[in-house]
């Protein structure tokens, strides 16, 4: 029996403190009850391997300790589906923020590195805050588990409800392959797109930081013996206005998330005037040029030939990119339009 | 690993299934006095198999609701907790009762 009394200890262990003695004292019983009923089966006492059989079917202990428990939430289910939006809306307002304030402290000529070291503690600010939400939703739900206070408020609310002032249906029905467009997914768009064209209107730390990103700390050199070609200058304005175009179609989307046609025929249109662009600059072998009077110009040749190389193919990728994106959105659109015609009144 | 899937869903489904059916059995087989193990053999003799580690915190659960009364006695030289339907229990196990049949019938007109 001495696997019998190993075995009731080790259940004790995760057992509730003030029920200890009394569970495991009818545990017990029953266990011992259980064997002696096999032994009358088998007309003899129980060999360690029969008694560790008999244990080992009840469960092993923190299983069996376990269901004495009540089941026990940080956060219940009720409050789950609340804490988790409110979560994903504080972090997106921070990331946003924080971005913000990259590109403000660009705009005034700070340091590359002090932007980056702004732009990574967002990574330390968000298990605080993550922390303070988890902490008043666990308090919250324990204030709900006590005091009932979800019964009550879904009571009261069942009661108020009246379905003639739910809001009108929205243009275009859900289900049909066209949801709303995510609005962190825009917030990332209007991002790069203000960043690019900051660049592009010259803003000298937003270029720092792009020739930082993509050639390293020697990018931070005031030497850097390149600049853009002559193309680029003839392509100055359609750039701006098709960037333009592209704030203004992620301005609108970010307030009306549901207009999903609209959303992909603007990106459709300013995807084929990219490709206008792309077609523009693809064909020029000078993407790059040497900044008049450079001295040893010579030793910088090549150089200059690898980079212009990488950055024609880069091109010829980007263009790519934008075909596929453009047959996306000619897909999605179809379809969407395709079945909106064909779907059966709501 | 379809089959694995289905066969997890099929467990999953049966065992809630089973759940409010467990309660029914138990509280009507302690219309007599039963303790834990004889309670548990009793219903695997009319074929309600259930686990050691189900029952017990079941019972005391339902002890806890007022549906059961224990008290703690001794049978073959050994103290045991025996357990039986509260007046409470009764009513309750009754009404149980005419919902379960109520759910058969309207079940077996559907499927």
Same mark, same amino acid.
Request: proline residues 5%; contains cysteine; aromatic residues 10%.
């Given at each position: 029996?001495?696997?019998?009394?190993?075995?009731?200890?080790?259940?004790?262990?995760?057992?509730?403190?003030?029920?200890?003695?009394?569970?495991?004292?009818?545990?017990?019983?029953?266990?011992?009850?259980?064997?002696?009923?096999?032994?009358?089966?088998?007309?003899?006492?129980?060999?360690?391997?029969?008694?560790?059989?008999?244990?080992?079917?009840?469960?092993?202990?923190?299983?069996?300790?376990?269901?004495?428990?009540?089941?026990?939430?940080?956060?219940?289910?009720?409050?789950?589906?609340?804490?988790?939006?409110?979560?994903?809306?504080?972090?997106?307002?921070?990331?946003?923020?924080?971005?913000?304030?990259?590109?403000?402290?660009?705009?005034?000529?700070?340091?590359?590195?002090?932007?980056?070291?702004?732009?990574?503690?967002?990574?330390?600010?968000?298990?605080?805050?993550?922390?303070?939400?988890?902490?008043?939703?666990?308090?919250?739900?324990?204030?709900?588990?006590?005091?009932?206070?979800?019964?009550?408020?879904?009571?009261?609310?069942?009661?108020?409800?009246?379905?003639?002032?739910?809001?009108?249906?929205?243009?275009?029905?859900?289900?049909?392959?066209?949801?709303?467009?995510?609005?962190?997914?825009?917030?990332?768009?209007?991002?790069?797109?203000?960043?690019?064209?900051?660049?592009?209107?010259?803003?000298?730390?937003?270029?720092?930081?792009?020739?930082?990103?993509?050639?390293?700390?020697?990018?931070?050199?005031?030497?850097?013996?390149?600049?853009?070609?002559?193309?680029?200058?003839?392509?100055? *304005?359609?750039? /701006? &206005?098709?960037?333009?175009?592209?704030? +203004?179609?992620? #301005?609108?989307? %970010?307030?009306?998330?549901?207009? =999903?046609?609209?959303?992909?025929?603007?990106?459709?249109?300013?995807?084929?005037?990219?490709?206008?662009?792309?077609?523009?600059?693809?064909?020029?072998?000078?993407?790059?040029?040497?900044?008049?009077?450079?001295?040893?110009?010579?030793?910088?040749?090549?150089?200059?030939?690898? *980079?212009?190389? /990488? &950055?024609?193919?880069?091109?010829?990728? +980007?263009?790519? #990119?934008?075909? %596929?994106?453009?047959?996306?959105? =000619?897909?999605?659109?179809?379809?969407?339009?395709?079945?909106?015609?064909?779907?059966?009144?709501? | 690993?379809?089959?694995?899937?289905?066969?997890?869903?099929?467990?999953?489904?049966?065992?809630?299934?089973?759940?409010?059916?467990?309660?029914?059995?138990?509280?009507?087989?302690?219309?007599?006095?039963?303790?834990?193990?004889?309670?548990?053999?009793?219903?695997?003799?009319?074929?309600?198999?259930?686990?050691?580690?189900?029952?017990?915190?079941?019972?005391?659960?339902?002890?806890?609701?007022?549906?059961?009364?224990?008290?703690?006695?001794?049978?073959?030289?050994?103290?045991?907790?025996?357990?039986?339907?509260?007046?409470?229990?009764?009513?309750?196990?009754?009404?149980?009762?005419?919902?379960?049949?109520?759910?058969?019938?309207?079940?077996?007109?559907?499927?």
């Amino acid at each position: 029996m001495d696997l019998l009394e190993r075995y009731l200890q080790a259940v004790r262990t995760y057992l509730p403190a003030g029920q200890q003695d009394d569970i495991i004292r009818e545990l017990s019983a029953n266990l011992r009850a259980q064997i002696e009923d096999k032994e009358a089966e088998l007309g003899r006492s129980l060999n360690e391997e029969e008694l560790a059989g008999i244990l080992k079917q009840h469960g092993h202990p923190l299983i069996v300790a376990s269901r004495y428990r009540q089941p026990r939430y940080l956060i219940g289910p009720t409050l789950f589906p609340q804490y988790w939006l409110v979560m994903k809306i504080i972090l997106a307002v921070m990331a946003f923020g924080y971005g913000v304030t990259a590109v403000v402290m660009l705009a005034e000529s700070n340091p590359i590195l002090q932007v980056l070291a702004a732009v990574f503690s967002f990574a330390g600010a968000v298990l605080p805050t993550f922390a303070w939400v988890t902490i008043v939703y666990a308090v919250l739900d324990l204030c709900n588990t006590k005091f009932r206070l979800m019964e009550k408020w879904t009571k009261e609310w069942n009661e108020k409800f009246d379905p003639r002032k739910l809001p009108t249906v929205r243009s275009i029905p859900q289900g049909l392959g066209a949801k709303p467009i995510s609005r962190s997914l825009t917030v990332f768009e209007l991002f790069f797109t203000s960043a690019f064209l900051l660049w592009w209107l010259r803003v000298t730390p937003i270029r720092k930081l792009a020739l930082f990103m993509t050639l390293g700390p020697a990018g931070l050199s005031d030497r850097v013996p390149f600049q853009l070609g002559p193309v680029w200058h003839t392509l100055f *304005v359609p750039v /701006v &206005l098709v960037c333009l175009a592209a704030i +203004g179609q992620q #301005i609108v989307t %970010l307030i009306h998330p549901d207009w =999903v046609k609209f959303y992909y025929r603007a990106r459709l249109i300013t995807n084929a005037c990219n490709l206008i662009l792309f077609y523009s600059v693809i064909r020029s072998s000078e993407l790059l040029v040497l900044v008049p009077g450079t001295a040893d110009a010579a030793s910088f040749s090549e150089p200059l030939r690898i *980079v212009n190389l /990488v &950055l024609h193919y880069s091109l010829i990728l +980007g263009a790519g #990119i934008t075909i %596929l994106e453009c047959l996306k959105m =000619v897909r999605r659109l179809i379809r969407v339009v395709y079945k909106r015609a064909t779907a059966p009144a709501l | 690993m379809v089959t694995t899937i289905h066969s997890e869903l099929f467990e999953n489904l049966r065992l809630e299934l089973r759940r409010g059916s467990l309660i029914i059995a138990v509280l009507a087989q302690l219309r007599t006095e039963h303790y834990g193990y004889a309670l548990r053999k009793a219903l695997a003799d009319r074929g309600m198999e259930i686990e050691e580690s189900t029952l017990y915190p079941l019972l005391r659960r339902l002890e806890s609701q007022g549906l059961l009364v224990s008290e703690w006695r001794e049978e073959d030289k050994r103290n045991k907790r025996f357990y039986r339907l509260s007046e409470n229990g009764t009513l309750i196990l009754k009404e149980l009762l005419e919902e379960w049949q109520n759910m058969n019938s309207s079940l077996n007109r559907i499927v």
